[in-house]
């Protein structure tokens, strides 16, 4: 198997590449639809021999799907069932698996901070987007439809529900963190440390602004 992060010192944003190297199946997860800065990925494709079947996109914002489509030809894009412009890619819901070459992946719904989050869950690792940030409080967006209570529940529920080993991957770093573990956010993330669902809103609504860093909170 090919694993690959990056990181786009711009925006902090993470993205990754992931293929089964015996097939030379690839899918990309949240890829820059920037034409510039998606030639690394274009090039590292082409030099490994990888075919790009799919973009997992966790959320969207806007007209991004029309982006990938004219960037990445001939890939799929998978977005949630509310995603924006989702009649260009493929929607899917909780618990859908996905495959490429010998490889799958499982999709679990993660709605908060949009409507359409969704995170994936690869082997012993999870790619969560802006469902929840390393260490802070997932980031915060001005659309209508940024929930915190939905947010709350997507992350205690489901994320981590995971077994306590499994990797985090975010959709932005934390001051340099780029992975973390189910278990270290379970039992060090102050924003959902013995926090109840109300107490959670409440401080939520309080960072409106903040930069997915968590403050001292006692």
């Given at each position: 198997m090919y694993f690959r992060q990056f990181h786009d010192t711009t925006s902090a944003a993470m993205s990754y590449l992931i293929a089964d190297s015996s097939t030379g199946v690839a899918v990309a997860i949240d890829p820059t639809p920037?034409?510039?800065?998606?030639?690394?990925?274009?090039?590292l494709l082409a030099e490994r021999g990888f075919s790009l079947a799919l973009i997992l996109l966790t959320h969207t914002h806007g007209g991004v799907a029309d982006d990938f489509l004219a960037h990445y030809p001939g890939a799929g894009i998978v977005v949630g069932p509310q995603g924006l412009r989702a009649s260009v890619g493929q929607q899917v819901r909780h618990g859908e698996v996905l495959g490429f070459g010998n490889?799958?992946?499982?999709?679990?719904?993660?709605?908060?901070?949009?409507?359409d989050s969704l995170s994936y869950l690869w082997r012993d690792r999870l790619f969560c987007g802006d469902a929840l940030a390393l260490g802070g409080c997932p980031l915060q967006t001005d659309d209508d439809d940024c929930d915190p209570r939905s947010i709350y529940d997507s992350v205690v529920d489901r994320l981590f529900a995971l077994p306590a080993e499994t990797l985090v991957f975010p959709g932005h770093d934390a001051q340099g963190r780029t992975v973390s573990t189910i278990g270290e956010e379970r039992s060090r993330n102050p924003f959902f440390l013995a926090r109840s669902r109300d107490a959670f809103v409440t401080a939520f609504r309080g960072t409106r602004g903040a930069t997915g860093v968590a403050p001292a909170w006692q």
């Amino acid at each position: 198997m090919y694993f690959r992060q990056f990181h786009d010192t711009t925006s902090a944003a993470m993205s990754y590449l992931i293929a089964d190297s015996s097939t030379g199946v690839a899918v990309a997860i949240d890829p820059t639809p920037d034409p510039c800065q998606g030639l690394v990925l274009k090039a590292l494709l082409a030099e490994r021999g990888f075919s790009l079947a799919l973009i997992l996109l966790t959320h969207t914002h806007g007209g991004v799907a029309d982006d990938f489509l004219a960037h990445y030809p001939g890939a799929g894009i998978v977005v949630g069932p509310q995603g924006l412009r989702a009649s260009v890619g493929q929607q899917v819901r909780h618990g859908e698996v996905l495959g490429f070459g010998n490889e799958v992946i499982q999709v679990i719904a993660t709605p908060g901070h949009t409507a359409d989050s969704l995170s994936y869950l690869w082997r012993d690792r999870l790619f969560c987007g802006d469902a929840l940030a390393l260490g802070g409080c997932p980031l915060q967006t001005d659309d209508d439809d940024c929930d915190p209570r939905s947010i709350y529940d997507s992350v205690v529920d489901r994320l981590f529900a995971l077994p306590a080993e499994t990797l985090v991957f975010p959709g932005h770093d934390a001051q340099g963190r780029t992975v973390s573990t189910i278990g270290e956010e379970r039992s060090r993330n102050p924003f959902f440390l013995a926090r109840s669902r109300d107490a959670f809103v409440t401080a939520f609504r309080g960072t409106r602004g903040a930069t997915g860093v968590a403050p001292a909170w006692q």
